[in-house]
């Protein structure tokens, strides 16, 4: 089974503060992604990932970076928190050429 | 439009079926998904369908694909209260998987 995991389930964080959310998989899977859930608006793309150092801008990715320095390991980054990006983000991944993707479990970020 | 469609929420008694239904948008998706999440839970894949066919059944589960109309329903057939969840449709667009709003299933004893 794959198996994806992200470091928190719930995290708060100040307005300004630098916040990191981390996704680690353990299926050798070359795609990465990083989704945030907000009611009535389903999932939203911010920046995807088709391996190693490689990343590309998904459909809302201002304010967001990410980093892939190890293949199973995709990091998202909020360098300096908003009030707006309060919501439930979510990692997936999936293997090149398929079309199924794996979520984590989520990390509900509340920014103060 | 743009934008992958569903309602945002659907009620049923235990024992009911429930269809849950979806818009698409991109006519050349090959595969169309429905996936589940359960609350406090990340999404899993609960069904999917090959565009090239109109029904697809599972269990409890029967997928709709209507071409024409770029219409997908998902049927849940003796609706338990394990079966509440957010349900979401996806397409496949440019490569990625462009997801619809989610649609709130509430199940009442």
């Known amino acids: 089974d794959v198996k994806v995991t992200q470091s928190s389930r719930y995290l708060v964080k100040r307005t300004g503060e630098k916040v990191f959310l981390e996704c680690v998989q353990d299926?050798?899977?070359?795609?990465m992604f990083w989704y945030r859930q907000d009611p009535g608006l389903g999932l939203r793309l911010i920046y995807f990932?088709?391996?190693?150092?490689?990343?590309e801008k998904g459909d809302i990715p201002e304010g967001y970076s990410v980093s892939r320095e190890k293949k199973e390991r995709f990091s998202l980054i909020l360098e300096s928190a908003s009030t707006n990006q309060t919501s439930m983000y979510l990692c997936?991944?999936?293997?090149?050429?398929?079309?199924?993707?794996?979520f984590g479990p989520g990390t509900r970020l509340t920014v103060t | 439009g743009e934008d992958v469609e569903q309602s945002l929420f659907l009620s049923v008694r235990e024992g009911d079926s429930s269809v849950i239904n979806c818009t698409y948008t991109?006519?050349?998706?090959?595969?169309l998904y429905w996936y589940k999440q359960e609350p406090g839970a990340g999404l899993q894949l609960l069904t999917y369908?090959?565009?090239?066919?109109d029904m697809k059944q599972d269990q409890r589960l029967t997928v709709l694909l209507n071409k024409k109309d770029k219409h997908l329903s998902l049927r849940i057939a003796d609706t338990q209260t394990g079966d509440s969840a957010i349900y979401f449709c996806?397409?496949?667009?440019?490569?990625?998987?462009?997801f619809g709003q989610g649609t709130e299933l509430s199940v009442k004893p």
């Open positions: 997936a991944t999936k293997l090149s050429g398929a079309d199924e993707q794996y």
């Open positions: 299926m050798d899977h070359e795609n």
């Open positions: 990932s088709y391996d190693v150092k490689m990343k």
């Open positions: 991109d006519s050349s998706s090959t595969y």
């Open positions: 369908i090959f565009s090239n066919m």
């Open positions: 996806a397409e496949i667009r440019g490569g990625k998987l462009i």
